[in-house]
């Protein structure tokens, strides 16, 4: 293994110089831990947020309520959820990647465990929406991981994250199959959170992320974070100093203050920030492309679960087939994975290649399962895993788009619009039309998203700002 040996005069680098010597040069520990911890908090937040789907008619049993309080609870839980993105984005790019991490999965975990003890239904409410407020930082894991991985293999090894996601929503299937027949839903939440208690300690193994820093202007701490990757990664950092090479805008502003005030008032800033002129048109693009992919994986999945293999509203379900279902947002991932970093295969390569391969895979199979014929279940499995793809590629482009400063604020306005297409999906799968319409509409919302995938810009093997 070529290492780099230490000297009295090491010269000055760039940021994204080093980080690619610490991944060339090293043993690649370090990137397993990240990627380990950070799939690990992914599938956390997939198993969480995917316990609607059991617990709210489950609920409903247990305080014999009628089907308008799982409508109550699914929207105040959105609800949460709505905020918690809108304010901890932002918050992100203002006191650090990790910090926030630390704070919501903390948060996370404590009232989802104690939503498993809420004696009545209102606490209950009231414990998820608080839950689901932290979850809304589910989008700073992936812009950390994207920080400090290699140009080279970015793509590739983000996604990782993106497949935790689907083990997520596998394992939530499978815990809810082995605990709520025989032992309740109670018992399901507590030990669907308990096992990601042990997240926590390995997450204070990391540490920030040293492009954070650097456009902090905060310059020896992001050297210091990169000498601590290297030891952790078995070699040693090959520079003396950094080289400027950001735009630096929130440092060259001075050191923001962590008052709440100060904090809120610097995530308005960068909200604003997403609209100035160097930003704006990618805003606008983004943010329609993650309405519709959102509209259309939401309808997929929604139909997937409450019209192909509904119950009667009540605390029963086809765990078998659900299960079946969700495997394929694990395989379809999995199988693009070795694409998102080679843009120079034609059509399918790069971020924007796999994005319209999954988009335009996923089309007439979902119009063909919309109708009542052999293999129905085969093309709604084909659907949900191409459209499964484009969303998740949808969310390691994006945040390459944009300079470290409103990285996970532009993440975080993309997704607070796509609660519309998830609104809209809603209203569509539980409306009175036939599942053929329904389908056929789906598939011209994920059409247009195709066509607008023509103008994405290509960031696979293109260094971050």
């Given at each position: 293994?070529?290492?780099?040996?230490?000297?009295?005069?090491?010269?000055?680098?760039?940021?994204?110089?080093?980080?690619?010597?610490?991944?060339?040069?090293?043993?690649?520990?370090?990137?397993?831990?990240?990627?380990?911890?950070?799939?690990?908090?992914?599938?956390?937040?997939?198993?969480?947020?995917?316990?609607?789907?059991?617990?709210?008619?489950?609920?409903?049993?247990?305080?014999?309520?009628?089907?308008?309080?799982?409508?109550?609870?699914?929207?105040?839980?959105?609800?949460?959820?709505?905020?918690?993105?809108?304010?901890?984005?932002?918050?992100?790019?203002?006191?650090?990647?990790?910090?926030?991490?630390?704070?919501?999965?903390?948060?996370?975990?404590?009232?989802?465990?104690?939503?498993?003890?809420?004696?009545?239904?209102?606490?209950?409410?009231?414990?998820?929406?608080?839950?689901?407020f932290f979850e809304g930082a589910w989008i700073v894991a992936l812009t950390y991981v994207i920080e400090i991985l290699p140009v080279e293999d970015r793509g590739s090894q983000t996604n990782f994250i993106n497949c935790a996601w689907g083990v997520g929503t596998v394992a939530c299937?499978?815990?809810?199959?082995?605990?709520?027949?025989?032992?309740?839903?109670?018992?399901?939440?507590?030990?669907?959170?308990?096992?990601?208690?042990?997240?926590?300690?390995?997450?204070?193994?990391?540490?920030?992320?040293?492009?954070?820093?650097?456009?902090?202007?905060?310059?020896?701490?992001?050297?210091?974070?990169?000498?601590?990757?290297?030891?952790?990664?078995?070699?040693?950092?090959?520079?003396?100093?950094?080289?400027?090479?950001?735009?630096?805008?929130?440092?060259?502003?001075?050191?923001?203050?962590?008052?709440?005030?100060?904090?809120?008032?610097?995530?308005?800033?960068?909200?604003?920030?997403?609209?100035?002129?160097?930003?704006?048109?990618?805003?606008?693009?983004?943010?329609?492309?993650?309405?519709?992919?959102?509209?259309?994986?939401?309808?997929?999945?929604?139909?997937?679960?409450?019209?192909?293999?509904?119950?009667?509203?009540?605390?029963?379900?086809?765990?078998?087939?659900?299960?079946?279902?969700?495997?394929?947002?694990?395989?379809?991932?999995?199988?693009?994975?070795?694409?998102?970093?080679?843009?120079?295969?034609?059509?399918?390569?790069?971020?924007?290649?796999?994005?319209?391969?999954?988009?335009?895979?996923?089309?007439?199979?979902?119009?063909?399962?919309?109708?009542?014929?052999?293999?129905?279940?085969?093309?709604?499995?084909?659907?949900?895993?191409?459209?499964?793809?484009?969303?998740?590629?949808?969310?390691?482009?994006?945040?390459?788009?944009?300079?470290?400063?409103?990285?996970?604020?532009?993440?975080?306005?993309?997704?607070?619009?796509?609660?519309?297409?998830?609104?809209?999906?809603?209203?569509?799968?539980?409306?009175?039309?036939?599942?053929?319409?329904?389908?056929?509409?789906?598939?011209?919302?994920?059409?247009?998203?195709?066509?607008?995938?023509?103008?994405?810009?290509?960031?696979?093997?293109?260094?971050?700002?």
């Open positions: 293994m070529a290492t780099n040996t230490s000297t009295d005069a090491k010269p000055p680098m760039t940021l994204n110089a080093v980080l690619d010597d610490i991944a060339a040069t090293g043993n690649g520990l370090w990137y397993v831990r990240v990627i380990f911890i950070m799939a690990f908090n992914q599938v956390m937040l997939a198993v969480e947020v995917n316990m609607l789907t059991f617990v709210t008619y489950c609920a409903e049993e247990t305080w014999d309520l009628g089907d308008t309080a799982g409508d109550v609870l699914v929207d105040c839980v959105y609800v949460g959820l709505f905020f918690g993105t809108m304010l901890w984005g932002p918050i992100a790019d203002v006191i650090g990647r990790l910090y926030t991490l630390w704070i919501t999965m903390a948060f996370t975990l404590l009232f989802n465990l104690l939503s498993a003890v809420a004696p009545t239904f209102a606490i209950f409410v009231l414990l998820r929406v608080l839950a689901g299937s499978v815990v809810a199959w082995l605990t709520i027949p025989t032992y309740g839903w109670r018992v399901y939440i507590a030990v669907g959170t308990l096992v990601f208690v042990l997240a926590l300690p390995v997450l204070y193994t990391l540490c920030e992320s040293p492009r954070w820093l650097a456009d902090q202007g905060r310059h020896k701490e992001a050297l210091e974070a990169l000498e601590y990757m290297a030891a952790a990664n078995g070699t040693v950092v090959p520079c003396s100093s950094l080289i400027t090479e950001f735009s630096e805008e929130t440092g060259l502003q001075g050191p923001v203050s962590l008052s709440i005030w100060g904090v809120l008032k610097k995530s308005v800033v960068n909200y604003r920030g997403l609209f100035e002129p160097e930003n704006r048109t990618n805003t606008i693009m983004m943010s329609s492309a993650a309405v519709l992919s959102s509209m259309s994986y939401t309808a997929a999945l929604l139909y997937d679960n409450d019209v192909l293999l509904g119950s009667d509203n009540s605390c029963s379900f086809n765990y078998k087939e659900i299960t079946v279902l969700a495997t394929s947002e694990v395989v379809a991932i999995s199988l693009v994975t070795p694409l998102l970093d080679r843009p120079e295969i034609p059509l399918v390569g790069g971020r924007r290649g796999t994005i319209q391969l999954g988009v335009f895979a996923s089309i007439v199979p979902m119009v063909l399962s919309g109708y009542a014929i052999t293999g129905q279940y085969v093309w709604a499995y084909l659907a949900r895993a191409g459209i499964l793809v484009a969303y998740n590629i949808i969310y390691v482009l994006l945040p390459e788009m944009f300079s470290t400063s409103h990285r996970v604020t532009a993440i975080a306005f993309a997704t607070l619009v796509s609660y519309l297409g998830g609104a809209l999906a809603c209203w569509l799968i539980y409306s009175d039309l036939e599942n053929s319409v329904m389908m056929w509409v789906v598939a011209a919302t994920t059409l247009v998203l195709g066509f607008m995938t023509c103008f994405f810009p290509e960031t696979a093997q293109v260094e971050l700002s």
